[in-house]
Structure formats: C-alpha cells, structure tokens
C-alpha cells in the first residue's frame, strides 16, 4: 500500500527549501550535508530522506522552484495596453520584487547548477531563456530600428541589463519594496536612455 501524504507535506518541503538556500549559500553545496541541512530545518536526518533522497535532488528542487516561479511570475506580468517604455519598467521592477527575500536562492543559483547532471541544467537554462526571450521582445520594442534588427548586440544589451538586476542584491542587501521600485525604474530609465547612443 503507498503511503499517504501528510497534509503539511506542501509546507514542510517549503521549510527544507529554505533551510537548504541558507545552507547552501553559506557553507557551499559541496561542504553542505544533509544531517546539516536537516538541522537547519529543524528536522531528523531521517525525515529529510523521506522528501529527498539525494542533496543533488534538493538542490534541483530548490533551483527549479526558485527559477520556474521567477520565470511564471514574470510571464503573468500584464503587459498589454502599456506602451513600450513602460513595459520595460514594469519588467525590471518585477523581477527585483521577485527577488525579495531569494538571497539565497540566487546565490545558489549562481554556484549551484554545475553539480547538477546536463538535464537537469537544461531545465533549469530552459527558464531563463524563456525570461530572456521576454526582456529581449520588450527591449526590442524600445530600440531603434538597426539595433532591433542585431540579435547579437540585442543579446548583449539583455544579458547586460539582466546583470544590473541579478546582482543588485550583492551591494543592496535587505532592500525594500520601495527602493525595489526605485531602482526598477532607474534602470530602465538608465537602458531606454543608453539605446539611444547605441
């Protein structure tokens, strides 16, 4: 007979996500081990067994919850009806909104993937390049007419606001919604400005 789910399964699994972030972040994936990171999340090691039997399969997990929510956030973003410029804005400052709170997450994201096998990579890259597809379509709109036509120099310009956003948490630690909101908008301002020089 299958053993049934607890009812706080959903919950608990969050908590080991969490623990697992902190965990990984601090202490590497490498160094991390699971009777580490069963404490964390103040559980036994046999416990964290039964939601993962692997730290490989945690950090998958974490990884894909983290990127896939990111990714369905943004897709969800309402973009109909605003004009271009405003697109952009309302782009960058979600993806910072995103970002509250996932610290460690990201942190994990930036360190983390190489251990995990070639297919699970792909799905985690599949997420990205979905949220770049998205950033590259608004900033294409933005651009004027040779720059919107150069897929390379498009790349660049989308991985380099993308760099803006990603790593804003290293100088910005603790930052709040509205200074979020803040610089959503200024680094916007700062690429719509920029195109026009390009």
Known sequence: ????????????????????????????????????????????KANIYH??????ALLFDLLD???KALRDRLAAVPLAGLA??????????EL???????DNAH?????????????????????QRDMVRQLSGVIAENAPDPLAQDPAKLRRITMSLFGM?????MWNAGADEASRRTYGAEVAALTLGGLKAL
């Open 165 to 169: 956003l990603n790593w804003h948490y």
């Open 1 to 44: 007979m299958a053993r049934t789910q607890a009812k706080d399964h959903g919950e608990k699994r969050e908590a080991i996500l969490e623990a697992a972030a902190r965990v990984f972040a601090s202490e590497g994936f490498d160094r991390a081990s699971m009777a580490a990171l069963a404490q964390e999340a103040g559980i036994s």
């Open 51 to 56: 939601y993962y039997d692997s730290k490989d």
């Open 84 to 93: 271009p410029p405003h697109k952009l804005q309302t782009l960058c400052t």
């Open 65 to 67: 919850s983290h990127l």
């Open 96 to 102: 910072l909104l995103a970002y509250q709170g996932a």
């Open 107 to 127: 942190r994990v994201q930036s360190a983390g993937m190489d251990h995990l096998p070639e297919a699970e990579r792909n799905t985690l890259v599949g997420y």
